[in-house]
Structure formats: structure tokens, C-alpha cells
């Protein structure tokens, strides 16, 4: 017999999983993180940035699936703590662009060994891994299109 919604376990749940794994993942980051004196979020806006640097705080938000209202105090603290830079775009008064200082560049090599505890932690292939990061990737997508695109109940 199938299980229903009400009879599924913890376990069963794909969201108690994923939700789990995070939990995990932001675990065997923290030490590294702390060494590297910056925030798992932070980490996120450096790894936005290291992509394509000087983007605007909106570009930013949007990259992480995040409000700019979360984004922007996140930001104002790194520049604080001198990893990156804000200024004004001049062509639109209302748009703040980021960009990262020589500091924050280098902590692209200084964080390699969080990709690197990731893969040892798993204990899984790398082709493993890539797969499931693109399985999960899909999911994410689905599951935020139906988010979007369902009728106001």
C-alpha cells in the first residue's frame, strides 16, 4: 500500500532531507568559515561576485534568490570588513554596485577548501556529486516556477 502525506516519516520527506543536508553542509563549513572570519551568507555574496564582479545589489539578491532588503546590511558589513566596495551607479542613482576589493579577491583561494571538505565529507565520486547538484538544481527550478506560476489561492 502507498504511502499517504500523513502517514510519510521524517525520512520519507524530501524536504526533511534537503533541509538535513544543508544543515550538515553548513556544519562542516563553519570551522572554515570562522578561520576565514566571514559568514556562510557572506561567503555567497563573495562567490556571486567572484563570477561576475560589480554587480548591483538587486543582481546580487537575484543571484542568491534573495530579497535586496536581506542583501543590502549583508553587504554593508563586508564592506566594513574591507572585502568589498559600494558605490553608486552614476547612470542611475538608485542602484548600488558592488565590486570586490583586493581583499576580498583573494579569499576566492582562501576558501578552496570549502569545495574541497565538501567532496571529502560525502564520500562520493565527483561525477556523483555533479549529478546530484544538477538533480537538485532541477528540483529547486520546478518547484520555484510553480512557486511563481500558480494561481493566487
Known sequence: ???????????????????????AINRAYKPLLDALEITYPQYLVLSALWEVDGQSVGAIAERL?????????????????????????????????VSLTDHGRD????????????????GMSVERLIQLNKDVQ????????????????
Open 1 to 23: 500500500m502507498p504511502k499517504t502525506a500523513r502517514s510519510l516519516t521524517l525520512d520519507d520527506q524530501l524536504c526533511f532531507s534537503l533541509y538535513g543536508a544543508s544543515l
Open 65 to 97: 534568490g534573495l530579497d535586496s532588503s536581506n542583501v543590502t546590511p549583508l553587504v554593508k558589513r563586508m564592506e566594513a570588513a574591507g572585502l568589498l566596495s559600494r558605490e553608486r551607479n552614476p547612470a542611475d542613482e538608485r542602484q548600488v554596485v
Open 107 to 122: 579569499m576566492q583561494a582562501r576558501s578552496a577548501c570549502l569545495g574541497q571538505t565538501l567532496f571529502q565529507s560525502a
Open 138 to 153: 532541477a528540483f529547486r527550478d520546478s518547484v520555484a516556477r510553480f512557486v511563481t506560476e500558480r494561481p493566487e489561492q
